[in-house]
């Protein structure tokens, strides 16, 4: 089992400590219960359309030779591989999950208070990652710039849009301009994997779609994980929740705590 700290690891680790006494005060005016169930959580067939069309879209474009055809143009227009990477896009997909604890700073009520919202994010990327690196070792695509068959789906991407669609869901009553700013970077990084010769087109498409599902199962199932899955302390102040994690390279277990 390798030991490596993934990097939503450490992003939980820092935003506990760097929130918790913020959003501890916060705990007695924002109830951390799912037991009067919010209409995120309520499955709807019809909240699957966007993201089946997206990964739908993108495995089309697998093996095709048309789609293959569009998928060098878009590469060439934007001048993959003519130049030398910019690694910002290791940070962008992760931004918008910062920025959903962040607006706790400027005084932006989210859906669920801070206990819930940490455990639904940690829940949203392991199952968005567990979709994405599973595919990406069952097609077996080569990336633009030949260093390796995991290029579909794009899991940057689907990080990306898991996060968007995470700060959409917890702010979406607020104001629309959060849910479009957090879009607006997600796309920006599916656009900056393909500057970066490290994907096709059709591997940010699925990815997008692989993204938006994963956090959307995450709203669904989790009053179901709360009831039977989520470790409280007796005095029902701190929540655990053991997630298995599985990539590529490495396998694990993630420990997400709420205080």
């Not at 700290?5 to 913020?22: D, E, G, N, V």
Request: charged fraction near 15%.
């Amino acid at each position: 089992m390798n030991s490596h700290i993934s990097p939503l690891s450490l992003l939980i680790f820092l935003i506990i400590a760097l929130t918790a006494p913020i959003n501890a005060s916060a705990q007695d005016t924002i109830p951390d219960t799912c037991s009067t169930l919010h209409k995120e959580h309520q499955f709807k067939p019809q909240k699957l359309i966007l993201p089946a069309a997206l990964i739908a879209t993108g495995a089309f474009g697998v093996g095709n030779g048309a789609f293959h055809e569009l998928n060098r143009e878009v590469r060439d227009a934007m001048g993959g591989g003519t130049h030398k990477r910019i690694r910002i896009d290791e940070v962008m997909p992760y931004l918008p999950a910062v920025a959903a604890y962040g607006l706790d700073l400027c005084g932006v009520k989210a859906k669920h208070g801070w206990k819930d919202r940490t455990l639904l994010l940690a829940m949203s990327f392991v199952i968005t990652q567990g979709m994405s690196k599973g595919t990406k070792m069952l097609v077996s695509e080569w990336r633009p710039d030949g260093s390796d068959h995991h290029s579909f789906p794009s899991g940057h991407t689907a990080s990306a849009f898991m996060s968007a669609e995470f700060l959409r869901m917890e702010y979406r009553d607020a104001s629309p301009w959060i849910a479009i700013g957090g879009y607006t970077m997600a796309a920006a990084t599916g656009a900056m994997r393909i500057y970066n010769d490290r994907h096709w087109l059709n591997d940010i498409i699925a990815g997008a779609g692989v993204g938006i599902l994963g956090t959307r199962i995450a709203y669904w199932i989790y009053p179901w994980v709360q009831r039977h899955l989520i470790i409280k302390s007796a005095d029902k102040k701190t929540s655990a929740l053991l997630l298995p994690y599985a990539s590529t390279d490495q396998t694990g277990m993630m420990l997400a705590v709420s205080f």
